[in-house]
């Protein structure tokens, strides 16, 4: 079976994309905001295919890196 991430943009879009074309994550936190990281999902082969997301909270990073990618990176 395919899973997928929903990406909600505001009331009249979300965006559902198979988790299986994300090449990679990546992430940064926000300066001033220690606590909260911008992440971006490359959903293609260049860095303008990155998606990005903002203002997520970083205990969540590694767990939705880990979901997306598979718990063992090694890069």
Do not use: C
């Amino acid at each position: 079976y395919q899973t997928f991430i929903f990406i909600h943009f505001n009331v009249e879009r979300t965006e559902k994309i198979p988790m299986g074309s994300i090449k990679n994550v990546v992430n940064e936190p926000i300066e001033g905001h220690e606590d909260y990281h911008m992440m971006a999902f490359q959903l293609g082969p260049t860095e303008a295919s990155y998606y990005w997301v903002y203002w997520v909270p970083t205990q969540y990073v590694d767990a939705i890196k880990d979901t997306v990618l598979g718990k063992w990176q090694y890069f």
